[in-house]
């Protein structure tokens, strides 16, 4: 049986660049609560994606419910069904309404006329995706929501680093949630930061991220425990240190995964989009079962077989899953449904060998024969 070939994994430093990272903790002793790692990793993060405010948080997830809980804001929030549990259990979870807009055919984004058509009275935001890094229309929801007068809040996940003309991703909207989960570009093994326009809202977070403690005998919030700890920012200062180096690893195998894919009939790849730098952060393929013969799952189910563990990325979409039974109607959605039936996310990763991608898509040739 070969090596198991999974759907990610995780970039690392070597191990002696982390134990001298975090050798000085032994010493200090301060494991948490914002200590000295953590200021480096925000100082580092903000010159890296070039943004003026950031904060740093246990995951990508508490990011979303906290910048929530920061705005203040009652109603509903316009989003994607076709993205990961996060984006929507967040908007539930803080007692908002999720309302979902359908995604484009070509990026998998949410769709800016879609999205005006949804907004009414009790819209407070449009909290999009940037769905496997690629760029919403940010121009287009942003002129959306300055007309109605609502917030823009991006799930920012999947786009760490991604640039649009030369743009960071983390500067649009009212704020940007990244994740450093173990699975992403760029990790801390777990964890996530918050990016934001108003320099007034970080004081804020800070407090939301830390009990709602505002000094040494004053609690004025009810909030909650999102601090990253020492070991997980010392992880991310060395692994930024070779960001780019892992970037560029990521690009060699995408470009041969889009050589021999995009020689198959019936088989959607997505592409760079124009003047955007990407992070080559997934490889989505869209598998048309009438031009190209078999279906997705039939690939899905080839692959396993040779220990090659693709992902259904995103299947079942949010509206059909069974906790929000009864609340949503997939139909209502009708891009976001037919691709989540026919898109797998292929094996991408930085140390991934050629000769994995071609044995890969051999695989995948081989099942329409």
């Given at each position: 049986?070969?090596?198991?070939?999974?759907?990610?994994?995780?970039?690392?430093?070597?191990?002696?660049?982390?134990?001298?990272?975090?050798?000085?903790?032994?010493?200090?002793?301060?494991?948490?609560?914002?200590?000295?790692?953590?200021?480096e990793?925000?100082?580092?993060?903000?010159?890296?994606?070039n943004?003026?405010?950031?904060?740093?948080?246990?995951?990508?997830?508490?990011?979303?419910?906290?910048?929530?809980?920061?705005?203040?804001?009652?109603?509903?929030?316009?989003?994607?069904?076709?993205?990961?549990?996060?984006?929507?259990?967040?908007?539930?979870?803080?007692?908002?309404?999720?309302?979902?807009?359908?995604?484009?055919?070509?990026?998998?984004?949410?769709?800016?006329?879609?999205?005006?058509?949804?907004?009414?009275?009790?819209?407070c935001?449009?909290?999009?995706?940037?769905?496997?890094?690629?760029?919403?229309?940010?121009?287009?929801?942003?002129?959306?929501?300055?007309?109605?007068?609502?917030?823009?809040?991006?799930?920012?996940?999947?786009?760490?680093?991604?640039?649009?003309?030369?743009?960071?991703?983390?500067?649009?909207?009212?704020?940007?949630?990244?994740?450093?989960?173990?699975?992403?570009v760029?990790?801390?093994?777990e964890g996530?930061?918050?990016?934001?326009k108003?320099?007034?809202?970080?004081?804020?977070?800070?407090?939301?991220k830390?009990?709602?403690?505002?000094?040494?005998?004053?609690?004025?919030?009810?909030?909650?425990?999102?601090?990253?700890?020492?070991?997980?920012a010392?992880?991310?200062?060395?692994?930024?240190?070779?960001l780019?180096?892992?970037i560029?690893?990521?690009?060699?195998?995408?470009?041969?995964?889009?050589?021999?894919?995009d020689?198959m009939?019936?088989?959607?790849?997505?592409?760079?989009?124009?003047?955007?730098?990407?992070?080559?952060?997934?490889?989505?393929?869209?598998?048309?079962?009438?031009?190209?013969?078999?279906?997705?799952?039939?690939?899905?189910?080839?692959?396993?077989?040779?220990?090659?563990?693709?992902?259904?990325y995103?299947?079942?979409?949010?509206?059909?899953?069974?906790?929000?039974?009864?609340?949503?109607?997939?139909?209502?959605?009708?891009?976001?449904?037919?691709?989540?039936?026919?898109?797998?996310?292929?094996p991408?990763?930085a140390?991934?060998?050629?000769?994995?991608v071609?044995?890969?898509?051999?695989?995948?040739?081989?099942?329409?024969?």
């Amino acid at each position: 049986m070969s090596e198991i070939i999974n759907v990610t994994r995780s970039s690392i430093p070597e191990f002696e660049e982390y134990c001298n990272e975090i050798r000085e903790l032994w010493d200090s002793r301060w494991l948490t609560n914002m200590g000295v790692k953590h200021r480096e990793l925000e100082a580092e993060l903000k010159k890296y994606l070039n943004t003026p405010n950031l904060t740093l948080v246990t995951n990508g997830h508490l990011a979303l419910e906290n910048m929530l809980e920061a705005f203040d804001i009652h109603g509903e929030v316009i989003t994607t069904p076709f993205t990961f549990a996060s984006t929507t259990h967040a908007i539930v979870r803080k007692g908002l309404t999720p309302v979902f807009a359908d995604i484009k055919p070509d990026d998998y984004t949410l769709d800016p006329e879609k999205i005006e058509e949804l907004v009414d009275e009790d819209t407070c935001a449009i909290m999009p995706v940037h769905v496997y890094g690629n760029l919403c229309d940010v121009d287009a929801i942003q002129e959306i929501a300055d007309r109605h007068g609502i917030k823009v809040i991006y799930d920012a996940a999947h786009a760490f680093g991604v640039k649009k003309d030369g743009v960071s991703s983390a500067t649009f909207g009212d704020a940007s949630m990244f994740s450093f989960h173990a699975t992403k570009v760029f990790n801390t093994i777990e964890g996530g930061a918050i990016c934001f326009k108003d320099p007034e809202l970080k004081c804020l977070l800070d407090q939301w991220k830390n009990f709602g403690i505002t000094g040494v005998e004053s609690v004025e919030f009810v909030g909650g425990n999102a601090k990253m700890n020492e070991f997980a920012a010392a992880m991310g200062l060395c692994n930024l240190r070779h960001l780019d180096e892992e970037i560029a690893k990521r690009k060699a195998v995408a470009e041969r995964y889009w050589e021999r894919l995009d020689a198959m009939p019936g088989v959607k790849i997505c592409l760079p989009q124009p003047g955007v730098t990407p992070n080559y952060a997934y490889l989505p393929a869209v598998f048309e079962e009438r031009s190209f013969g078999v279906t997705r799952d039939e690939v899905y189910a080839a692959l396993m077989v040779h220990n090659i563990h693709p992902r259904k990325y995103f299947y079942p979409l949010i509206s059909d899953y069974e906790c929000y039974a009864g609340r949503f109607n997939s139909c209502d959605t009708p891009i976001a449904k037919r691709v989540a039936k026919r898109v797998l996310t292929l094996p991408m990763y930085a140390d991934l060998a050629l000769e994995d991608v071609d044995r890969i898509c051999d695989i995948i040739a081989n099942v329409r024969k």
